[in-house]
C-alpha cells in the first residue's frame, strides 16, 4: 500500500488542524492505521492509531482530547483532526499502517512496514 500525507503547515497556539493520509493499491480499512511524530532530534513517537481489527482508536496518554483520528473507507484515507495546538506538537507526522501488527505493538513505529513521506505541522506561539 502506498501511502501519501498532506495537510501540514503553519498555525497558531491554539489552532487546529487535519491532516489526511490517502492511500492507494489496497484497501486501507484492513490494516492497522496509525499516525507518529518526530521534532527535531527527537525519537518518533506514537500519536494515534486505528487497529485493523474492530476499528477500535487509541492515543498517546498525553495527546487524548486535543487529538481524533478517523477514517474514511469510500476514499480510503485516514486523518487525524489536531485541535488546541501548542508549540510542543511542533513536528513532522507521518501516517503509517500495517496489516499484520498486533495490538500490542501498535505504538511501536517499528513494527509498521508502510509509511508516507510526512507532512510538517509548525505551531507558533
Known amino acids: 500500500v502506498q501511502l501519501q500525507a498532506f495537510g501540514g503547515g503553519l498555525v497558531q497556539a491554539g489552532g487546529s488542524l487535519r491532516l489526511s493520509c490517502a492511500a492507494s493499491g489496497r484497501t486501507l480499512s484492513r490494516y492497522t492505521r496509525a499516525w507518529f511524530r518526530q521534532a527535531p532530534g527527537k525519537e518518533r513517537e506514537f500519536v494515534a492509531a486505528?487497529?485493523?481489527?474492530?476499528?477500535?482508536?487509541y492515543y498517546a496518554d498525553s495527546l487524548k482530547g486535543r487529538f481524533a483520528i478517523s477514517s474514511d473507507n469510500a476514499k480510503n484515507t485516514v486523518y487525524l483532526q489536531m485541535n488546541s495546538l501548542k508549540p510542543e506538537d511542533t513536528a513532522v507526522y507521518y501516517c503509517?499502517?500495517?496489516?499484520?501488527?498486533?495490538?500490542?505493538?501498535?505504538?511501536?513505529?517499528?513494527?509498521?512496514?508502510?509509511w508516507g513521506q510526512g507532512t510538517l505541522v509548525t505551531v507558533s506561539s
Open positions: 486505528i487497529f485493523r481489527s474492530g476499528g477500535s482508536t
Open positions: 503509517a499502517a500495517d496489516n499484520s501488527i498486533i495490538l500490542s505493538q501498535i505504538r511501536n513505529y517499528l513494527q509498521y512496514d508502510y
